[in-house]
């Protein structure tokens, strides 16, 4: 009987988000603990990337799932689940990092001790950014410089390049227009350039007095 059990729950792993709702609504408590299982990772995932504090994840990520088995039963579909989730992730994410001050200068704080993403952006002095491979000193103050960031830019940085997600998705997400969503993150680009003009507008700029001659 137990190993019956333990291969149903193996094959719910792989069933639509939909169905497990629905099991769950039906009383099925497994449902929960697959839904838990299969979302739990990118929530935390983009939860720290928002308050880039290690020890605040673990409870950022029960709260949402409590927020999660809340709410569910009014959850209509107008969104898909991932998207709804991630818009509770965000918002309890920015919350807590409000709460805490997690925005502090870079030279206040040392960040916690995880590996952070390996492709981090960096901005050329064109309209768009460019991903680079940065190691060393320099990924590690790429990553300060992400910290420094106030929650809500960490937040529409995070959903676009780190997630990858479209304008759309993260329009739903936020619950804001799309032209909304544009503008943080021209914002958001900004402030981060700003931090991390020491890093790769040293170089250029000494390439830049070359070039004149200067």
């Known amino acids: 009987m137990a190993k019956k059990e333990t291969a149903d729950k193996k094959e719910w792993s792989h069933l639509d988000d939909a169905i497990l709702i629905t099991a769950h609504l039906k009383g099925n408590s497994e449902a929960f603990e697959v839904l838990f299982k299969k979302h739990s990772g990118n929530v935390a995932k983009l939860a720290y990337s928002i308050v880039k504090d290690a020890s605040l994840v ?77 190691e060393g000193e320099q990924r590690r103050i790429v990553h300060h410089s992400l910290a420094a960031l106030k929650p809500h830019h960490r937040a529409i940085l995070s959903l676009y390049y780190l997630e990858d997600l479209p304008i759309a998705q993260i329009a739903e997400i936020l619950e804001i227009p799309e032209g909304s969503v544009k503008s943080r993150l021209f914002y958001a680009r900004a402030s981060l350039k700003k931090l991390l003009d020491p890093i790769v507008g040293g170089d250029r700029s000494e390439q830049d007095k070359a070039s004149h001659g200067l």
């Open 58 to 134: 673990e409870d950022i990520v029960q709260d949402v799932f409590l927020l999660i088995h809340r709410y569910l039963p009014k959850f209509r579909g107008q969104a898909s689940f991932k998207t709804w989730v991630y818009r509770i992730t965000v918002n309890e994410a920015v919350r807590q990092a409000n709460k805490a001050k997690r925005w502090v200068s870079i030279a206040d704080r040392d960040i916690e001790e995880v590996v952070p993403p390996p492709t981090l952006m960096i901005f050329n002095h064109g309209p768009s950014p460019e991903r680079v491979l940065l």
